[in-house]
Antibody, heavy 122, light 108 residues
Framework: QLQLQESGPGLVKPSETLSLTCTVS??????????WGWIRQPPGKGLEWIGS???????YYKASLKSRVTISVDTSKNQFSLKLTSVTAADTALYYC??????????????WGRGTLVTVSS | SSELTQDPAVSVALGQTVRITCQGD??????ASWYQQKPGQAPVLVIY???NRPSGIPDRLSGSSSGNTASLTITGAQAEDEADYYC???????????FGGGTKLTVL
């Protein structure tokens, strides 16, 4: 059964770069036609899509975060990663990685990691 | 602000039917997917596409769409349905994903 697990520092200083990795186990990240995405949730608030990557490397980012976000995939390690630069306290959130499927005119995140809390503080 | 609008909170009596709605211009072109999130847990996909349920999701949850509104209906709400529910689709440009603000469902 495919599983996703986020990893990375739980504390990042303001103005520095947040780096997280999502490790996919139980299947290959490149064997199927899926996107792989990052979603975050500030404490007590709703879900916010950050960006998604297709296995061949095509990336899609939320417009308001595009200048600070990079998502990449490492098929040899069965991982995909998130980098968010110049972080502020507003970037404090629970960060989820997820698998994204799609149909003709619909998309869905069908598998999620458990999430990792990242706090931005000096 | 979100391009998908949800009511912040909805309540339903145990065993009754409740509809949770999601409005947005992009829903005229794209179907929504729906997620259930309980406290301290990751979201779980409950409805996607026209009205598809992943394995393990009870059939009392169903989805529908009309015009610019997508709906998640729970028929015969149970105590375990109490959760936050989020809709998700594309934005009006079609290029980006977007979530609704979420609806907190209380089962009375």
């Amino acid at each position: 059964q495919l599983q996703l697990q986020e990893s990375g520092p739980g504390l990042v200083k303001p103005s520095e770069t947040l780096s997280l990795t999502c490790t996919v186990s139980g299947g290959s990240i490149s064997s199927s036609s899926y996107y792989w995405g990052w979603i975050r949730q500030p404490p007590g608030k709703g879900l916010e899509w950050i960006g998604s990557i297709y296995q061949i490397g095509s990336t899609y980012y939320k417009a308001s975060l595009k200048s600070r976000v990079t998502i990449s995939v490492d098929t040899s390690k069965n991982q995909f990663s998130l980098k968010l630069t110049s972080v502020t306290a507003a970037d404090t959130a629970l960060y989820y990685c997820a698998r994204e499927g799609y149909g003709g005119n619909y998309w869905y995140f069908d598998l999620w990691g458990r999430g990792t809390l990242v706090t931005v503080s000096s | 602000s979100s391009e998908l609008t949800q009511d912040p909170a909805v309540s339903v009596a145990l065993g009754q039917t409740v509809r949770i709605t999601c409005q947005g211009d992009s829903l005229r072109r794209y179907y929504a997917s729906w997620y259930q999130q309980k406290p301290g847990q990751a979201p779980v996909l409950v409805i996607y596409g026209i009205n598809n349920r992943p394995s393990g999701i009870p059939d009392r949850l169903s989805g529908s769409s009309s015009g610019n509104t997508a709906s998640l209906t729970i028929t015969g709400a149970q105590a375990e349905d109490e959760a936050d529910y989020y809709c998700h689709s594309r934005d009006s440009s079609g290029n980006h994903r977007v979530f609704g603000g979420g609806t907190k469902l209380t089962v009375l």
